[in-house]
């Protein structure tokens, strides 16, 4: 048999709900690997092996008793370290919140957990989501499995190293500008960042309130479908929570391709790695062999992306850690204290001139699903970097690269999935980017199933 920790939720499933494996078998495994290898990785700020062993007991005993859940019962399941957790540590990748112990749950942890996930601890992340390299003087940075000395992307970026090392099952993430996707990408899991509102960040430490989004993150598509059958629904407590259907996000991920229209953006193509410019064409051809319909497109409103993501973010940002700025700036790490004070110094005119741009980036990609079912492009135009020593001038440069690809979604809320396609000729993954219509996550899941396997 397949060692436990190699296996997905969906394998995992039908083995607890027949009794043939236990969650404790199943958490012992995982908190055993995690004791051997995370400090080499550095996934975990926080890990909760009493914790996680009382869970996976209680979810034994109801499972023994005829009480099964459903697909995430007895599931181990890290949460990314800006989610509140009731009575466990809740940094957000901060020093400056390093006793910080919530009294309540965030909602997406509470819905996770009431379907009988088993919390493993809490996920290294970049300083309060404020960078894509999870460079952490604080807690150290976390590291890529497929080569330590390289970046797993960020902010997620815990969650993503765990993933790709074994040491969870699942885990969840938030994305402001490319926070899911980016790992997705650098660590070769899968990433959904789900229409805006679709999953509420009630309890979730904000980076930038208008554009977070919390979604989950798996080793496979199917895995993030059953986590996200779990996430979704109306929060009232989020004021920007939506009231959307809520269809089995599981139930027929296998789809058949035929006819489906697909656009590249030009702006997609630009600047590419030339392994990445490769996987994708290859990734392209592929779809094209099943009789998807491959076309060009140039939306350059597309270009005004980066600049709506950075000011709105950076302007939100500051506001909510105004009084931290002003009175312990220093308490920051370099690079996000610089990103943040940037907000400070941003005018009202240039925040509203930002959220008009994203305005007219949101309404062309709006116009261009007339044409098209899904955008798709690289998920970075880059593989994992290694790590500079110089943290500051490193995440310009890295979020300089990345932030054309992975900020249109975010300003205009559309749903966006990151798939593995495959390894740089150095041993790196390299991801594909796929961009549906609001609410459309399925056809995302069932489009990213064809590299399920």
Partial sequence: ???????????????????????????????????????????????????????????????????????LHGIPIGIKDNKYTKGTLTTGGSALLKQFVPDYDATVVKKLLCAGGIMTGKLNMHEFGGGITNTNPAYGNARNPWNLEHSPGGS??????????????????????????????????????????????????????????????????????????????????????IKAPKPDYKEKLVKDMKGLKIGVPTLFLQGLEPDVEMKFKEALSYLNSLGVHIIQLDIPELELATFANYVITTGEASSYHYERLQQNNEGFADDVRIFFQTGIVTDTPQYVRAQQARRVVANAVKQTFEQVDILAGPTIPIAAPKFQEDIVPFNIEITKKCMPFTAPANVSGNPALSIPVGL?????????????????EKLLLQVGALWDN
Avoid at 31 to 37: K, P
Avoid at 194 to 215: E, M, N, R
């Fill in 156 to 241: 997620s970026g815990g969650s993503g190293a765990a993933l790709a090392a074994g040491l969870v099952t699942l885990t969840t993430g938030t994305d402001t500008f490319g926070s899911i996707r980016v790992p997705a990408a650098m660590c070769g899991i899968y990433g959904l960042k789900p229409t805006y509102g679709l999953v509420s960040s009630y309890g979730v430490a904000p980076l930038a309130w208008s554009l977070d989004h919390i979604g989950p993150m798996a080793r496979s598509v199917s895995d993030l479908a059953i986590m996200l059958n779990e996430m979704v629904g109306y929060d009232p407590n989020d004021p920007g929570s």
């Fill in 424 to 440: 740089s000729s150095k041993g790196l993954p390299i991801g594909m980017q796929i961009i549906g219509k609001h609410l459309d």
């Fill in 1 to 71: 048999m397949t060692e436990i920790y190699k296996l997905t939720a969906t394998e995992l499933a039908p083995l607890i709900e027949t009794r043939k494996i236990s969650p404790v078998e199943v958490t012992t495994s995982i908190m055993e690997r995690i004791e051997r290898l995370d400090s080499t990785v550095n996934a975990y700020i926080t890990t909760l092996p009493e914790l996680a062993n009382q869970q996976a007991k209680n979810a034994e005993a109801e499972i023994m008793n005829g009480r099964y859940k459903g697909p």
